[in-house]
């Protein structure tokens, strides 16, 4: 549903991405540096319970995701590699995320969290489970010559969710709003992979009219 906006984004990232372009700075630079930068804000923030300032930094760091792919167009350096490396980058940096939030959770006093820690515990290795699952199954089928695009929950759709909530619940004090995305994202995400299996189903099983 959100890469609808992922033009817009882009549009207003390239200046900046131009910039790093002429200072010599390569696109997969830029991918690795936001990854490690996703992945220190949030297991260094989020398991404090920082969540505003982990999101902040979470946030300034995702943005190398449109930044890389961008400057890689503009410098007609595309590749196969390139697109591998974002793509798994993109994963370590959304596992990262979640288990930021289970080691919260792990550390968390059973008084403060409704139906307790270990319940959303289980809820955010839920959201990382499924929403890697979710991207294997895109992988797995265009690796067969198929497409799986699509589904509630794509990976936009649950990253900006999780970081629009959390950093809320961080500003305002608000267990509840991580708590129900929580939620929403395992259920969405378990829909969504579902929902991939059967559009790879119907690409693969010919109907009977067909055979």
Request: proline share 4%; hydrophobic share 50%; charged share 15%.
């Amino acid at each position: 549903m959100l890469e609808r906006f992922r033009q817009f984004w882009t549009n207003l990232w390239a200046p900046v991405a131009d910039l790093l372009l002429r200072l010599g700075v390569k696109p997969d630079h830029v991918t690795i540096v936001g990854t490690i930068g996703v992945v220190a804000g949030a297991l260094w923030f989020f398991p404090r319970g920082q969540f505003f300032v982990g999101v902040l930094v979470i946030t300034a760091f995702v943005f190398s995701d449109l930044i890389d792919g961008y400057m890689a167009r503009q410098s007609g350096t595309s590749s196969s590699w390139g697109a591998f490396l974002d793509s798994t980058l993109d994963r370590v940096g959304d596992a990262a995320i979640f288990g930021g939030l289970v080691l919260y959770y792990a550390g968390t006093d059973p008084e403060t969290t409704l139906g307790g820690p270990w319940l959303y515990l289980c809820l955010s290795l839920a959201c990382l489970f499924l929403g890697n699952l979710t991207s294997y199954a895109r992988a797995r089928a265009e690796s067969l010559g198929m497409q799986a695009k699509g589904g509630i929950a794509e990976r936009a759709d649950r990253l900006v969710a999780i970081l629009v909530m959390t950093g809320l619940n961080g500003l305002f004090g608000l267990p509840v709003l991580t708590e129900i995305t929580l939620w929403a994202l395992a259920i969405a995400s378990l829909v969504t992979v579902v929902q991939r299996m059967l559009i790879v189903h119907r690409q693969a099983v010919p109907r009977p009219s067909e055979q």
